[in-house]
């Protein structure tokens, strides 16, 4: 059964990026009628940062773990076996500060770990997720960056993201950028429509 993973990200009630990103899980669940959608607001719902107590869990053999340390990586393995379940991996990112949002942040920082999605070898780091899954990230941004203007060094989004996704093995993966959603409402409703058919053209 086919299986799909929604990420939100945005604190904001009128998310741009969540928005687009449902436009696209809105035709994904027609195509798929008897899929199964996870969702995930990690905004609404805050992802605790790390501690030293959970790094100490995470890196401690699981068969030497403690009981509270079992618990403190409870939430990492919720979170971690929603990406493996999922066939497509939606995630809603708003542009904050021209990065991601701590909220997301601190999803990324749970479900980055070692011995479940990346591990070391003799040749340096390998994933552990099945780079054939599809990875949608739709974007909101209130400019824009394009790659061949000086503008695009200021996109911390892209970058990031593109990097900690391959690391643990996500390589199959399409940014939509919705963009110009702060220079008037012109722009925007543009900006907003351009992100929807981009992202519908990759269901």
Request: aromatic share 8%; glycine share 6%.
């Amino acid at each position: 059964m086919a299986n799909l993973l929604l990420i939100e990200s945005s604190p904001r009630a009128a998310s741009v990026s969540s928005a687009v990103a449902r436009e696209y899980v809105t035709k994904w669940q027609q195509q798929h009628p008897q899929g199964t959608v996870v969702t995930r607001n990690v905004a609404l719902n805050p992802v605790p940062h790390l501690t030293e107590a959970w790094v100490t869990a995470a890196f401690t053999p699981e068969e030497n773990r403690a009981p509270e340390q079992r618990q403190l990586l409870a939430l990492s393995d919720t979170l971690i076996a929603e990406l493996y379940a999922a066939d497509t991996i939606v995630i809603a990112v708003p542009m904050h500060n021209f990065g991601i949002s701590a909220h997301l942040k601190t999803w990324i920082d749970q479900i980055v770990r070692v011995g479940r999605t990346f591990t070391y070898t003799a040749n340096g780091s390998q994933g552990l997720l099945d780079e054939n899954k599809k990875v949608i990230v739709v974007t909101a941004r209130g400019g824009a960056y394009p790659a061949d203007s000086p503008a695009s060094a200021f996109d911390q989004q892209e970058p990031y993201l593109r990097t900690v996704f391959r690391f643990i093995g996500l390589k199959n993966v399409q940014f939509i950028h919705t963009e110009n959603q702060s220079r008037g409402p012109e722009a925007a409703e543009k900006g907003f429509k351009t992100g929807v058919e981009a992202v519908l053209a990759f269901a």
